[in-house]
């Protein structure tokens, strides 16, 4: 079984300062890794995702993610915040096979003020 | 035009009535699925089809059926609702396969009373 811990349930931050927001999951296979992100009131939209290949990975809207095999983690960083960023963000993994199934942590809120 | 579609945007209903939530997807793709987003925001799958097929089906009471007439749209009947039905429904799309991208809908918002 797999499962995903986003260890903070809520991150404020002020507007231009860089955020980081922690993913860590547990599978006893090889798994993809995904964040989404959900505006207020609205579905989820992809914001990157790692297959293979280079660890870092770079996604809409300016942010970037680099998975960590060796402690088992997919950090989402952005160098600089806007209040639009406001929103909360879900990290997901699913297995390397054919079944898509996601399963999602229990997702950051991002809070972005002036 | 909408990739994800979801109707209707809001249900209010009465406990023990049943109910009907309609997805249609025109991206094309094979597998169609459904969420629930609970209070907390917790995401979590409820089934999956793919070209009609029912190919994952989560621990969910056997009121929830899902049916699929064809591989645009995927439909959610619930039967004899209750208090704890109450949430988001999300019907999601992507191409087959773990590592695709799954295309959202904007959500089904249940109350139930």
């Known amino acids: 079984a797999q499962s995903v811990t986003q260890l903070d349930s809520q991150v404020p931050v002020f507007e231009e300062a860089p955020v980081e927001l922690r993913c860590n999951y547990s599978?006893?296979?090889?798994?993809?890794l995904f964040w989404y992100v959900q505006y207020p009131n609205q579905g989820l939209q992809l914001l990157l995702k790692?297959?293979?290949?280079?660890?870092l990975v770079k996604g809409i809207n300016g942010f970037e993610a680099e998975f960590n095999k060796s402690q088992t983690s997919f950090h989402l960083r952005k160098p600089s915040v806007h209040i639009s960023d406001t929103a909360e963000y879900f990290c997901a993994v699913s297995h390397t096979g054919t079944a898509s199934k996601l399963t999602f942590g229990t997702g950051t809120r991002l809070q972005v003020t002036l | 035009d909408t990739a994800v579609s979801q109707t209707p945007k809001y249900l209010v209903t009465q406990m023990g009535n049943d109910k009907s939530i309609k997805c249609e997807q025109n991206l094309g793709h094979d597998t169609m699925y459904w969420y629930k987003q609970d209070s907390k925001k917790f995401l979590k799958i409820m089934f999956s089809y793919n070209n009609k097929e029912l190919i994952i089906n989560e621990t969910v009471p056997n009121r929830f059926s899902p049916k699929s007439p064809d591989k645009a749209h995927l439909n959610l009947h619930i039967n004899s609702l209750e208090l704890g039905d109450s949430a988001v429904y999300f019907c999601?799309?992507?191409?087959?396969?773990?590592?695709?991208?799954?295309?959202f809908g904007p959500g089904t918002r249940l109350l139930v009373l």
């Open positions: 599978s006893s296979v090889s798994v993809y």
């Open positions: 999601a799309s992507s191409p087959l396969g773990s590592g695709e991208t799954q295309y």
């Open positions: 790692y297959l293979s290949g280079s660890t």
